[in-house]
């Protein structure tokens, strides 16, 4: 799924953009613990759900190759947090949908988890 498509299904903003909203995603994460993304990521081009607005989330990102981050819940980083993104050029969304949910849609439109990729 295209990351553009991705931001309107979950009725996201776009707080800091990819440098490609064409970017496919074909696979994503969903977690407040990092140590948890860190265990299950798998792909490039990913896409992980949180509601863990902390630096530690970008750090965890970077080291984990995941494009871009969509906040849950109406989280929104700060601005250390989105200088740290840019520089990193890791994507950053917000949407108001609980995590449960969005992870639910992305899914129901093709995105798939660890062990589910195509």
């Known amino acids: 799924m295209i990351l553009r498509d991705c ?6 903003t776009i707080i800091i953009p990819a440098d490609n909203l064409d970017m496919d995603v074909q696979v994503a994460c969903g977690s407040d613990l990092m140590s948890d993304v860190m265990a299950f990521s798998c792909a490039s081009n990913q896409m992980m759900l949180t509601g863990l607005v902390n630096p530690q989330t970008i750090r965890t990102a970077e080291m984990m190759d995941v494009r871009a981050v969509v906040f849950v819940r ?3 980083p700060d601005e250390t947090m989105c200088n740290l993104a840019k520089e990193k050029g890791i ?3 917000s949407t108001p949908l609980p995590m449960f949910t969005s992870c639910g849609l992305l899914h129901e439109a093709g995105v798939r988890g660890k062990g589910e990729e195509a």
């Open 74 to 76: 109406g989280k929104t």
């Open 91 to 93: 994507s950053l969304l």
């Open 7 to 12: 931001a309107e299904l979950l009725n996201a």
